[in-house]
């Protein structure tokens, strides 16, 4: 016989263990914290924003001041650090204004599409039936067309501009992410926790804001940060297509569109739009990518 | 192939030999030793049965020996030979050689291993194929022999069936058909019956029982069931954290168990327990793989430890008949029913 | 972490409890002729073309302060009906009736109600609980909606994760993947006694944990029952296990009911040929007690069309013509709760069957028709 009495050993179980106590999202950034590769990027992304935020204070030359006597000068040519464009202007400045644009262009519609998809693709996924039916057959109406075949259909029947461009964006990116949003809210819907809410005699709102939305939130906001890159890329093109911004507002893609015709001329000059909408590309890629790693906490 | 009885270890050479088998996954996060020195022995024809609970590298276990681990996260270290092979040095094209012919596997969920868009026929044919170079003629034949063999009612219609066609019973029997078209010499099986219904499990069991007899097949069978264990098993391993802590016939672990961990093991399975008084459950639950004790690690649960248990690891003692155990405390003088509580 | 509440802290149990309307010999729940059909849809213009008869004709009542025991294969429909009881599915036909109160109609007992009354612990599962809420506003969620406060809900909390054995201070804030299996089924259960219910489902409740842990959430399940006077109702496919916990077993087939009785009577002399072979089924941990021959063959029929009157008569090793032409039925009339009855036509007198009015244990293999000898 065991000379130990049981209760001791039961309360032996009562002493803490090595597990840590820890929400959410700190378990989250503790994933995160060691991803440097995504750390990277973000760096490079938030070094992308702040100095399309302080352009007027980075930016060493006007990017509208037009030269004629220095047309596509190669990098370093006098104070152009990274030379200058079919009209002599100055190529770093202008890309440094360029990102205003084009990062709106990149954030804003993802944005207003997140919060418009999302309301109809959480509705769909916890209403199923008819009206899933009837939201995610509209849905695929737009998703048939390639999305800039859609872009520049809608572009052109708005016309061109800043603001109607951002709209062009915006209906693009809707079907996408009310797709993600519906898969994630089907999946969500058929959890027992959700049935356990129910049994205890929860409202359908209640049930969507405090067991749906949270669970379908973070596969959307995932899904959507792919989408910045996708719009940045969308709206040059829609630019070189002259379907965006007018000239000469600074225009990632619009300078990738004007400079195409010097490429021969300079082309590591010519490159650098190209490049740059590249670069923030693959950042933005990157974050989400590792963002999606971080938040994938097991349940 | 001689079946070895249990007991009877001549010189027959053992068809499995794992020596100091350890698994390390390795995360980011944290580094976790899932196997942690394991050896055993199985001879040709006979059954091991690995009893363990979850996260005690049972399973692992298991598929180490098919080298089944994703390679960039594992670290396996020791000796396994199979039959000729030293699956630890074979190349990754050998091991292909070898899974599903001298060594295959049956799983738990026979859906996910069933390719959904080919028949049952085509799956075995095509297996068949593969490895023994023959027509398509004699793989259709292998085929149907093989629905036969694990008695599948209706063979000829259930060849052209797919797998979501078929119930969980007939599917089980239809992965077990192809992991028996090449004639393993080795079969792993890893709860291939936990997911079916009690009446159609005891078939599956019956089934694979007399097809191991037929074939003289070696079978690994892990299981958490203790049930299973003592219906199909020659010898019987108990594992917990990584480690076996008991190892002899079915007959020794399961009607004269040792371990403290066994022990409790078949105390807390109800089987004819009086109602309306408490199962005497072990406490409290498996230690955390990433932080094991130093000493023994079922002493934070067992009612028998103290302090030299917390020290260290107890080294295997072996009794007659070659029973096995790794406790301080089960070294004969204890009587099991009063280790167990269970007076 | 388990630390069994112990026994001196449970008060005394009180008799009777404050929300009993009915009385002492009123069934908490008596169920009648329930009906669910799940439409099968296909074809071009998405037409229902067949149907599963989930839960066909149930009925069956639930006594004050005992556990029945519901056993069953994959597919008898014990899951549906768990969630038909808790209307998480519309019923297509039947009446529940609450300790004397007809649910959801006029004048009976309102949805709301119920469900202050009853509730269910799922299946041990990652989907059981909300992953991004701490397990301690998990419980909570329940009284809340019912309207009370905060801070009030999260004690209530507190205090059921210190009645299921987990320690309030340590963990209150964890999230479900910080758990172990056990341990989240203890969550479960405390979640489900939030609004303090009178009888609890629990629907598979210990089938996915470690043996171990299994006997752990079984005592502590006994532990909560005398102390808060439950009742349940245990659905299970472990036999070993359903013995053990229940007073009265319902076995089910195909969404029937095929034999109800007290627990002994059911596992020392079952009346139904299908609860004797799903009995023979049970695998002991004894080496020298193998099964050699399987009760019986073949796997449980898909419910979309299931056989022609009794529908255990494909597997059946007693079928006769007369089962593929009459339903044989529990029995006329309201019985008593101790009564033991069985869906069989061996069982009745009358029914024709050539074995009729004989016990199953009398009948030898020898006298079994021919075709299921061989088979076998």
């Known amino acids: 016989m065991s000379d130990i009495p049981a209760d001791a050993v039961r309360l032996a179980q009562a002493a803490p263990t090595a597990h840590r106590v820890r929400g959410y999202w700190s378990a989250v950034w503790n994933r995160l914290r060691y991803d440097y590769v995504t750390l990277l990027f973000l760096a490079l992304i938030v070094l992308i924003v702040l100095s399309a935020i302080f352009a007027p204070y980075l930016a060493p030359l006007d990017p509208n001041k037009s030269s004629m006597a220095s047309r596509l000068k190669p990098i370093l040519y006098k104070s152009f650090i990274l030379g200058t464009d079919e009209q002599g202007r100055d190529i770093l400045s202008r890309l440094i204004w360029g990102g205003r644009t084009s990062l709106l262009m990149g954030i804003a519609p993802v944005f207003v599409a997140t919060i418009v998809g999302g309301f109809f693709g959480v509705l769909a996924g916890y209403a199923g039936g008819k009206l899933n039916s009837a939201i995610m057959r509209t849905m695929d109406v737009f998703f048939a067309f390639p999305s800039v075949l859609l872009a520049v259909a809608i572009s052109g029947s708005l016309g061109s501009g800043l603001i109607n461009q951002m709209i062009t964006l915006t209906i693009v990116l809707i079907p996408p992410i009310c797709r993600v949003a519906e898969t994630a809210t089907t999946q969500v819907r058929t959890m027992d926790f959700i049935d356990a809410a129910r049994a205890s005699g929860a409202s359908t709102a209640s049930i969507l804001v405090r067991h749906v939305l949270v669970n379908v939130l973070s596969p959307v906001f995932v899904y959507s940060s792919t989408l910045v890159s996708a719009s940045i890329l969308l709206a040059s093109g829609l630019s070189f297509l002259g379907l965006g911004v007018s000239p000469p507002t600074p225009d990632w893609g619009l300078m990738l569109s004007t400079l195409r015709q010097s490429i021969y001329v300079q082309p590591l000059v010519c490159a650098l739009p190209g490049v740059t909408i590249l670069v923030t590309s693959i950042a933005f890629n990157l974050v989400s990518d590792g963002l999606r790693q971080a938040m994938d906490v097991k349940a | 192939?001689?079946?070895?009885?249990?007991?009877?270890?001549?010189?027959?050479?053992?068809?499995?030999?794992?020596?100091?088998?350890?698994?390390?996954?390795?995360?980011?996060?944290?580094?976790?030793?899932?196997?942690?020195?394991?050896?055993?022995?199985?001879?040709?024809?006979?059954?091991?049965?690995?009893?363990?609970?979850?996260?005690?590298?049972?399973?692992?276990?298991?598929?180490?020996?098919?080298?089944?681990?994703?390679?960039?996260?594992?670290v396996i270290a020791g000796h396994m030979r199979v039959g000729d092979y030293d699956i630890l040095s074979l190349s990754e094209k050998e091991m292909n050689a070898v899974r599903g012919a001298a060594i295959s596997m049956v799983f738990q969920e026979p859906m996910t291993a069933l390719d959904p868009v080919y028949t049952i026929g085509e799956q075995i044919a095509e297996t068949v194929m593969r490895h023994e170079r023959c027509s398509r003629e004699t793989a259709d034949k292998r085929a149907l022999e093989l629905l036969q063999?694990?008695?599948?009612?209706?063979?000829?219609?259930?060849?052209?069936?797919?797998?979501?066609?078929?119930?969980?019973?007939?599917?089980?029997?239809?992965?077990?058909?192809?992991?028996?078209?090449?004639?393993?010499?080795?079969?792993?099986?890893?709860?291939?019956?936990?997911?079916?219904?009690?009446?159609?499990?005891?078939?599956?069991?019956?089934?694979?029982?007399?097809?191991?007899?037929?074939?003289?097949?070696?079978?690994?069978?892990?299981?958490?069931?203790?049930?299973?264990?003592?219906?199909?098993?020659?010898?019987?391993?108990?594992?917990?954290?990584?480690?076996?802590?008991?190892?002899?016939?079915?007959?020794?672990?399961?009607?004269?168990?040792?371990?403290?961990?066994?022990?409790g093991l078949m105390a807390s399975t109800v089987n004819g327990q009086k109602k309306g008084e408490d199962i005497d459950a072990i406490p409290g639950s498996p230690p955390d793989l990433r932080a094991l004790p130093p000493g023994c690690s079922f002493a934070p649960r067992c009612r028998l430890a103290d302090a030299a248990c917390e020290a260290d690891f107890p080294a295997p003692v072996i009794r007659a008949g070659g029973h096995m155990t790794r406790c301080f405390k089960a070294n004969g003088e204890i009587r099991p029913m009063e280790a167990a509580g269970i007076a | 972490m388990s630390l069994q509440p112990s026994e001196r802290h449970l008060q005394a149990v009180k008799p009777g409890h404050p929300h009993d309307r009915g009385g002492k010999a009123q069934p908490m729940l008596i169920v009648e002729n329930?009906?669910?059909?799940?439409?099968?849809?296909?074809?071009?213009?998405?037409?229902?073309?067949?149907?599963?008869?989930?839960?066909?004709?149930?009925?069956?009542?639930?006594?004050?302060?005992?556990?029945?025991?519901?056993?069953?294969?994959?597919?008898?429909?014990k899951s549906t009906l768990a969630r038909l009881l808790m209307h998480l599915l519309p019923r297509d036909k039947g009446t529940l009736i609450f300790d004397g109160d007809p649910v959801d109609e006029p004048r009976g007992m309102s949805l709301r109600d119920l469900r202050r009354n009853l509730q269910m612990v799922f299946q041990d599962s990652y989907s059981s609980l909300n992953p991004r809420l701490p397990i301690e506003d998990s419980i909570a969620y329940g009284p809340s909606v019912h309207g009370m406060s905060r801070a009030k809900a999260r004690a209530k909390a507190r205090e059921l994760l210190e009645k299921v054995g987990l320690r309030p201070d340590l963990f209150a804030g964890r999230y479900p993947h910080e758990l172990s299996g056990g341990q989240k089924q203890r969550v479960n259960i405390a979640?489900?006694?939030?609004?303090?219910?009178?009888?609890?489902?629990?629907?598979?409740?210990?089938?996915?944990?470690?043996?171990?842990?299994?006997?752990?959430?079984?005592?502590?399940?006994?532990?909560?029952?005398?102390?808060?006077?439950?009742?349940?109702?245990?659905?299970?496919?472990?036999?070993?296990?359903?013995?053990?916990?229940?007073?009265?077993?319902?076995?089910?087939?195909?969404?029937?009911?095929?034999?109800?009785?007290?627990?002994?009577?059911?596992?020392?002399?079952?009346?139904?040929?299908?609860?004797?072979?799903?009995?023979?089924?049970r695998l002991e941990i004894d080496p020298d007690q193998r099964i050699d021959t399987p009760p019986i063959v073949g796997d449980p029929p898909n419910p979309i069309n299931p056989p022609s009157g009794c529908r255990f008569r494909t597997r059946c090793p007693l079928a006769e013509p007369i089962c593929a032409e009459r339903t044989p039925t529990l029995g006329t009339g309201a019985f008593a709760a101790s009564d033991h009855r069985a869906a069989c036509h061996v069982t009745n007198p009358v029914a024709g069957h050539s074995f009729a009015g004989r016990s199953l244990q009398s009948i030898a293999p020898s006298e079994m028709p021919a075709r299921f000898a061989e088979s076998a």
Not at chain 2, 2 to 15: D, F, H, I, K
Not at chain 3, 52 to 60: E, I, N, P
């Open chain 3, 34 to 77: 329930l009906k669910k059909y799940f439409p099968i849809h296909g074809g071009l213009l998405n037409r229902k073309v067949a149907e599963v008869k989930a839960v066909d004709d149930v009925s069956f009542s639930v006594l004050k302060g005992e556990t029945l025991g519901i056993v069953g294969e994959s597919g008898c429909g």
């Open chain 2, 149 to 263: 063999m694990v008695k599948v009612p209706s063979p000829e219609r259930r060849l052209k069936a797919y797998p979501h066609e078929l119930s969980g019973g007939l599917r089980q029997r239809a992965m077990m058909a192809v992991a028996l078209s090449c004639r393993p010499t080795l079969l792993l099986a890893d709860e291939p019956t936990t997911a079916l219904d009690a009446t159609v499990q005891i078939q599956v069991l019956i089934v694979l029982r007399r097809l191991q007899e037929d074939f003289g097949m070696g079978v690994i069978f892990v299981t958490h069931d203790l049930g299973v264990a003592a219906q199909i098993a020659d010898k019987v391993a108990v594992m917990y954290a990584g480690r076996i802590v008991e190892y002899g016939t079915v007959r020794d672990v399961l009607l004269n168990p040792k371990h403290p961990y066994t022990l």
């Open chain 3, 191 to 281: 979640r489900a006694l939030a609004l303090d219910p009178r009888m609890l489902i629990l629907d598979e409740a210990v089938s996915a944990l470690d043996k171990s842990v299994e006997a752990q959430v079984l005592n502590l399940l006994g532990y909560l029952k005398r102390h808060f006077n439950l009742t349940y109702m245990f659905i299970s496919h472990d036999l070993h296990v359903v013995r053990y916990i229940s007073d009265r077993v319902l076995v089910m087939y195909l969404g029937q009911v095929v034999e109800i009785g007290p627990v002994e009577d059911i596992y020392t002399q079952p009346k139904h040929p299908y609860t004797m072979a799903l009995l023979a089924s």
């Open chain 2, 1 to 74: 192939m001689t079946n070895a009885m249990p007991g009877t270890q001549s010189a027959v050479r053992p068809l499995v030999e794992v020596k100091d088998l350890t698994v390390d996954f390795v995360s980011r996060d944290a580094t976790v030793r899932a196997v942690n020195g394991v050896s055993f022995d199985v001879m040709p024809g006979e059954v091991l049965c690995i009893i363990g609970e979850s996260g005690s590298g049972k399973s692992v276990t298991l598929r180490s020996l098919m080298r089944l681990h994703p390679k960039a996260r594992t």
